[in-house]
């Protein structure tokens, strides 16, 4: 008989489905301040399914997009549990050609792996290179804005 999704697994039942050894599990939890399982008399570890999904992530960026503890643990750091927790859906979306990345979701993780963020959390939007075409058309856009600002200030 199947647990229910919104049940609580052991150890033992979260490396089994994670295919990785109960230590690691127990090592992330030393080096992922984010994952904080329940624990009950004796030390036994109870994750609850937000922490198997973290799990998930934090396997995904490691084994399979080859991101070290340290890339993992900036992109924790500035993007939050959350974006660690969709990663993997949202890789697999834009593989199989689906949206890419939500437009309120910088992708930074590319970035944080090669350690070139900015020291500052990068600002909401999608994350674009800027070069000289683009600078022309927001510098373009904005002096379309001024103006527009310019002549509703003098019809008042």
Known sequence: MEK????????SEVADE????????????????????????????????????LLRGIRFLLYNDGYTI????KILREQGPRYVMDYRRLAAEAEEGGPALPPDIPDVAAE????????????????RKLNGDTLVTLLEE???????????????
Not at 34 to 44: A, D, I
Not at 70 to 73: H, S, T
């Open 112 to 127: 944080a792996a090669k350690g070139s963020c900015p020291s500052s959390p990068p600002a909401k939007g999608p994350a």
């Open 70 to 73: 340290r890339g993992v643990q």
């Open 142 to 156: 904005i002096e379309v804005c001024q103006r527009l600002l310019s002549d509703a200030d003098a019809k008042e």
């Open 4 to 11: 229910a999704p919104e049940a609580f697994r052991t150890i």
């Open 18 to 53: 994670l295919e990785v050894p109960k230590h690691v599990l127990r090592f992330w939890e030393a080096k992922f301040a984010q994952l904080k399982p329940m624990k009950r008399g004796g030390g036994r570890r109870y994750y609850r399914p937000e922490d198997v999904a």
